[in-house]
C-alpha cells in the first residue's frame, strides 16, 4: 500500500510540474522566389504566395519563403511537443498537389516588389530572387534558394480553403533550432510540384486583405519546474 501510494504522490507532483500551453506566431517576413535567370524579378510585398509550377513553358518555377520570429514569441527554456503550419490556399486551381516545407539555410529578404499575381514585378532593393538573397548585393549558394533537401513536412493541396502542416519530428526539430539559436533562423521555403504544369497555387501572404487567412504557426509546448 505504502509502494503505490508513493508512486501516486509522485505521478501528481510530476503532472502538475508540467505546464502544457500555446502560442499562435504570424509569419514576420514572406516572399515568392520568380524563377528567372537573371534574377530581375520578385514578389516580396504582394498579397499572395505562389508556389508549384506554371503554365509557362519556361521559368515558370515559383517558391515561397516564410519567416517566424520563434525565439521572441516563446520563452527560452520551451519545451516544444508539437508545430503546425496553416496557410490559406485562394485560387482556383483545385488539382491536388503535395506541398513540401523546406528549412531555409541562409537570410533572405522582403522587398517592396509587388504584384498581386504569380509573374512577379522588377526587383527590388533587398528582395529574395531567383539568385539573390538580398537584392542585388547578395547570392544565394545556389539559383533557387538555399535550403535542406528532405522536406520537414508535407501536407497535399486541393481547392480554396485552409490548409495544415502537421506536426513532425523534423518540423519539431526546426522550431527548437530557431528558438536556442535565433541566428540560425531564416524560416521554411514551401515548395510544390515542380514538374507538373500548372501546379502552382495560391497563398494568401502575410500582407493578404484577410487577417485570418494571414500565415500562422502554432506551437504547442510545456514548461518543467514551474
Known amino acids: 500500500m505504502f509502494r503505490i501510494l508513493s508512486t501516486l504522490l509522485l505521478t501528481c507532483l510530476v503532472a502538475t510540474s508540467v505546464f502544457a500551453d500555446m502560442v499562435h506566431i504570424a509569419a514576420t517576413r514572406d516572399a515568392t522566389m520568380i524563377e528567372d535567370p537573371g534574377g530581375a524579378l520578385a514578389n516580396g510585398s504582394g498579397?499572395?504566395?505562389?508556389?508549384?509550377?506554371?503554365?509557362?513553358?519556361?521559368?515558370?518555377?515559383?517558391?515561397?519563403?516564410?519567416?517566424?520570429?520563434?525565439a521572441t514569441a516563446l520563452p527560452e527554456n520551451a519545451m516544444i511537443d508539437r508545430v503546425f503550419l496553416s496557410l490559406y490556399q485562394s485560387s482556383n486551381n483545385a488539382m491536388p498537389s503535395a506541398f513540401s516545407l523546406h528549412r531555409i539555410l541562409a537570410d533572405?529578404?522582403?522587398?517592396?516588389?509587388?504584384?498581386?499575381?504569380?509573374?512577379?514585378?522588377?526587383?527590388?532593393?533587398?528582395?529574395?530572387?531567383?539568385?539573390?538573397?538580398?537584392?542585388?548585393?547578395?547570392?544565394?549558394?545556389?539559383?533557387?534558394?538555399?535550403?535542406?533537401?528532405?522536406?520537414?513536412?508535407?501536407e497535399v493541396v486541393e481547392g480554396?480553403?485552409?490548409?495544415?502542416?502537421?506536426?513532425?519530428?523534423?518540423?519539431?526539430?526546426?522550431?527548437?533550432?530557431?528558438l536556442h539559436a535565433p541566428q540560425?533562423?531564416?524560416?521554411?521555403?514551401?515548395?510544390?510540384?515542380?514538374?507538373?504544369?500548372?501546379?502552382?497555387?495560391?497563398?494568401?501572404?502575410?500582407?493578404?486583405?484577410?487577417?485570418?487567412?494571414?500565415?500562422?504557426?502554432?506551437?504547442?509546448?510545456?514548461?518543467?519546474g514551474e
Request: hydrophobic share 35%; charged share 20%; net charge negative.
Open 47 to 70: 498579397p499572395a504566395l505562389f508556389a508549384g509550377s506554371t503554365n509557362q513553358t519556361v521559368n515558370g518555377i515559383r517558391r515561397a519563403l516564410i519567416h517566424f520570429d520563434v
Open 108 to 154: 533572405w529578404g522582403e522587398g517592396a516588389s509587388f504584384s498581386t499575381g504569380g509573374k512577379g514585378a522588377p526587383a527590388e532593393p533587398s528582395d529574395a530572387t531567383w539568385l539573390h538573397t538580398f537584392y542585388d548585393v547578395q547570392y544565394w549558394v545556389q539559383e533557387g534558394g538555399q535550403f535542406i533537401p528532405h522536406a520537414s513536412a508535407t
Open 184 to 224: 540560425k533562423n531564416f524560416g521554411w521555403l514551401v515548395m510544390g510540384d515542380e514538374d507538373a504544369k500548372g501546379s502552382v497555387k495560391r497563398f494568401d501572404s502575410r500582407e493578404g486583405m484577410t487577417s485570418g487567412q494571414h500565415p500562422m504557426l502554432t506551437v504547442e509546448y510545456h514548461m518543467l
Open 160 to 178: 480554396a480553403d485552409f490548409y495544415t502542416w502537421q506536426s513532425t519530428t523534423h518540423l519539431v526539430n526546426d522550431v527548437r533550432l530557431w
